[in-house]
């Protein structure tokens, strides 16, 4: 892996295993550094979410062909020990969804889903991961923890839930925070006190975050780079701004040229 990369991603091939092969991730290279904000932009069925799901271990691989190298802190979590790939995939990367009502599950408080990471992988007491779930859920900006640790999902607003889930992916503090269109459920109130969460986290944690968004416009707000990526390639790559004023592929123009129509039916 090369110096100063934290995850490194080398001619990564992503295929269905059904009787049609299909190819969804053909070839990509990509790499972060660590504490580096990239947005991973493309519309729906470009290929990002597989890439994010198999970065962060989440699809099963009897249902997959994967091939190429994850190299994520040294590690090729495409071959390495499966011991090993549970810890990191359960401490250092942590995933938040795009809709948190079906991410939470309905029956259980909040507060004991955001501490399931640490029952699964550490042997700390339930007091112990109590209190660091308390820590969590006031980090993330929920009003009065102890209540909120003791809600139900149904009983938040949708903002209120996408903190929750990002409190439970934050909660052992990984080194990469993946997260799938975590704004497009939400209004655009909502959706920019989101993002100014994930700015604050990256900030004042260092954690590096993968933000997976069809928006080039809220990339445009949270992330310093961009990838780009339709039918399954990476077709550019770059500093966000420097992409947004001089974009190189043809589809990356287009998504530009998007931008006024979406902004004007918003307002």
Do not use: W
């Not at 991973?40 to 989440?58: C, D, F, M, P």
């Not at 809709?99 to 339930?126: A, F």
């Amino acid at each position: 892996m090369s110096d100063g990369l934290m995850l490194e991603i080398r001619d990564l091939q992503i295929s269905f295993n059904n009787r049609f092969h299909d190819e969804v991730v053909r070839g990509i290279d990509l790499s972060m550094g660590e504490g580096e904000m990239l947005g991973l932009v493309g519309e729906s069925g470009s290929g990002k979410t597989i890439t994010a799901l198999t970065i962060a271990g989440l699809i099963r691989r009897d249902e997959m062909d994967v091939s190429g190298e994850i190299n994520f802190c040294g590690q090729n979590l495409l071959t390495c020990p499966r011991e090993v790939l549970r810890q990191i995939q359960g401490q250092d990367i942590g995933f938040v969804f795009q809709e948190p009502m079906t991410s939470l599950n309905p029956l259980m408080r909040v507060g004991r889903q955001i501490e399931e990471s640490l029952k699964l992988h550490t042997d700390l007491s339930r007091d112990r991961r109590r209190e660091l779930a308390l820590e969590a859920i006031q980090m993330v900006g929920l009003p009065d923890p102890e209540a909120a640790y003791q809600k139900y999902p149904h009983q938040m607003s949708g903002g209120q839930r996408q903190r929750a889930i990002i409190a439970s992916a934050f909660i052992n503090h990984p080194k990469l925070l993946i997260a799938d269109e975590p704004t497009t459920a939400l209004d655009v109130t909502v959706q920019a006190q989101i993002i100014e969460l994930l700015k604050e986290i990256n900030l004042s944690h260092g954690v590096a975050i993968l933000f997976i968004s069809h928006d080039l416009n809220v990339v445009r707000k949270l992330c310093e780079n961009v990838a780009v990526m339709q039918h399954g390639y990476i077709v550019e790559r770059g500093n966000t701004d420097e992409v947004f004023l001089r974009p190189q592929h043809a589809y990356t123009q287009r998504l530009i040229a998007a931008i006024p129509a979406r902004e004007k039916r918003k307002r």
